[in-house]
């Protein structure tokens, strides 16, 4: 994320004055006169004033307010979907098969006075922004144990070295290193100090980041790690096309590469976002069941179809249970998930069926310890599905959205607050989904050859078992 599912900052468009969507859910499901009012969510600590000026939205704890830098329109777009329970409850979402976010009203009583307490320009105090850290991780974040983290002790440790009078590069570290040790892809801190943008991300790859390390350090052509790691993609995907298809791949986009090899259909999906020009859920969900159409049309007369997610790094969880519609002979439970702090009850994702006879024949997927993310939802999707066999290497395992919180100071906390399970009930948080069959993706010394070299050999025993 990463791609990562998170309400998008729009501050830019806002003071700019160019946002020309509308102010309001253009859904039938919202209205005006019955939704105003100031909404708290239950979970995910929002705080939703809706009014005749617009939508405005705040990231809040237990000690302090801070409003979202956010357009009406880009609110908008995300709460788009509006459902009453109740005149005192609602639940809002981007779709009506998106997160569920439940709102209780607050009475006019409290309502501004809540509102009125809430910052609307930043406060660059150290202190007041430790407390602020501290409680929005202690509040929201579902994972602690899960990582054998003690945040109580964490925050006695780190308490003593916070003074009004350090810098916000020396608060920044501090930060950093009160959540290294929480090995979680969906957490970081960003921060632009001193017209420089930074930002502390704990967890990387347990295979193939160290591979690559070790790769880059033992030549000497590409001086900068980043732009070997770019360099390394490209050729993969270079691989893919010549190595695995023998040169008759084809394109869709920029993040799917597809073709058929000795009648064993493949597909290798890198993303599971920004098919479509605005990268919206329903974009994006349109674009995906266009290429999905097409690519289908083809391999529908293959024996097998592999499909390969081993350097896919998440986006929609929307977009991999449209995929997996194409290979599914009915509705079935691809997960469910609660949110700390928010209702008790999950709330169920099921995979439903295409409009078109759906793939029955053998499905091989394949994750790599880089399929992270909406790719492992998706592979959570896909595991529910009987002709579905899972192989390759242990997912990364973090499946919950990211919840992007505001700081005081301006800067941002992304954090995992969500816990998912799979259709029998099981949780792989912190843990990866595991293949019923082995595959090393990326642990071959070669590592620009590793993957060719692995997904060749599966289509060698696929054709052995036809």
């Not at 493949?266 to 920004?274: C, D, G």
Request: net charge negative; glycine share 6%; aromatic share 10%.
């Amino acid at each position: 994320m990463q791609i990562l599912k998170t309400l998008i900052l729009s501050g830019v468009l806002a003071l700019a004055g160019c946002d020309n969507r509308p102010n309001f859910p253009t859904s039938s499901t919202f209205n005006i006169a019955e939704h105003s009012g100031v909404w708290q969510s239950q979970g995910y600590g929002y705080l939703m004033k809706i009014d005749a000026n617009g939508m405005q939205l705040f990231d809040t704890t237990r000690v302090g307010c801070v409003q979202k830098a956010m357009s009406s329109a880009d609110i908008a777009s995300h709460m788009a979907v509006f459902h009453t329970i109740t005149d005192e409850h609602i639940w809002v979402s981007e779709t009506p098969n998106s997160t569920r976010y439940y709102f209780n009203r607050l009475p006019n009583k409290d309502a501004k006075s809540v509102i009125d307490k809430c910052l609307t320009s930043p406060n660059q105090n150290p202190t007041d922004n430790f407390v602020y850290f501290t409680q929005t991780m202690a509040e929201h974040y579902a994972f602690f144990e899960t990582y054998q983290q003690d945040w109580p002790k964490i925050i006695e440790q780190y308490e003593p070295k916070v003074n009004d009078d350090m810098s916000q590069t020396e608060l920044f570290n501090l930060f950093s290193n009160m959540i290294k040790k929480l090995d979680d892809a969906h957490l970081f801190l960003s921060a632009r100090i001193n017209d420089t943008s930074k930002r502390f991300q704990p967890n990387e790859s347990r295979i193939l980041r160290p591979a690559l390390s070790r790769a880059f350090k033992e030549q000497n052509e590409i001086k900068d790690e980043r732009t070997f790691r770019l360099h390394w993609y490209e050729h993969y995907k270079h691989q893919v096309r010549t190595a695995i298809l023998n040169e008759s791949a084809n394109d869709i986009g920029k993040f799917i590469i597809w073709g058929m090899t000795d009648n064993i259909g493949y597909i290798n999906l890198q993303r599971m976002q920004n098919f479509s020009q605005s990268g919206s859920i329903q974009d994006d969900v349109l674009a995906i069941q266009q290429a999905m159409d097409t690519i289908m049309a083809t391999l529908a007369a293959s024996d097998a179809i592999i499909f390969d997610i081993t350097a896919n790094g998440g986006g929609h969880d929307e977009v991999g249970l449209v995929i997996a519609q194409y290979f599914n002979t009915k509705q079935r439970l691809a997960y469910s998930k609660t949110a700390l702090g928010g209702p008790t009850v999950p709330q169920k994702f099921y995979v439903n069926t295409a409009n078109e006879p759906p793939y029955i024949k053998p499905v091989y997927l394949v994750t790599s310890d880089h399929t992270v993310s909406a790719a492992e939802t998706f592979t959570m999707a896909m595991r529910a599905i009987p002709n579905v066999i899972h192989v390759g290497d242990t997912t990364r395992g973090n499946h919950s959205d990211v919840l992007d919180k505001t700081l005081l100071n301006g800067w941002h906390l992304g954090l995992s607050n969500e816990t998912y399970q799979e259709s029998d009930g099981k949780i792989s948080e912190g843990i990866g989904l595991k293949p019923a069959q082995s595959y090393p993706i990326f642990s071959n010394d070669n590592i620009f050859e590793s993957h060719s070299i692995a997904i060749n050999t599966l289509v060698r025993d696929v054709k052995a078992k036809l």
